[in-house]
């Protein structure tokens, strides 16, 4: 499975970012990570065919994860950024369910994506 992301660019703090990305193929789990430089890569946001949600505290009320399951694709609508939330962003999918506790865990996830990056000044 390929993912391809899109959307990054830098923007001023509070400011908004859609973020897009691309799969060649149907898996059932896909999510959101990033990674900062000096810090290890974090779970932002998840979601399961079919709707379940999962975010990260630090995102939550701000970033909005959705997919379009028709055309394999995954977004994260950003709002009110942070120069805290900069970071190159990545897109990351796995056949099974996200899972409560496993969502936020990359070594349960197959694929990646390149990444995109995100500059908030």
């Known amino acids: 499975v390929q993912l391809v992301e899109s959307g990054g660019g830098s923007v001023q703090a509070g400011g908004s970012l859609s973020l897009s990305c691309s799969a060649s193929?149907?898996?059932?789990?896909m999510g959101w990570f990033r990674q900062s430089p000096g810090k290890a890569r974090e779970a932002v946001a998840a979601?399961?065919?079919?709707?379940?949600?999962y975010y990260a505290e630090p995102v939550k009320g701000r970033f909005t994860i959705s997919r379009d399951e028709s055309k394999n694709m995954l977004y994260l609508q950003m709002n009110g950024l942070k120069p805290e939330d900069a970071g190159l962003y990545y897109c990351?999918?796995?056949?099974?369910?996200?899972?409560?506790?496993?969502?936020?865990?990359?070594?349960?996830?197959?694929?990646w994506g390149q990444g995109t990056q995100v500059t908030v000044s």
């Open positions: 990351a999918a796995k056949n099974g369910p996200c899972g409560f506790e496993s969502w936020r865990r990359e070594d349960t996830y197959n694929h």
């Open positions: 193929r149907y898996r059932h789990c």
């Open positions: 979601m399961n065919g079919g709707g379940d949600v």
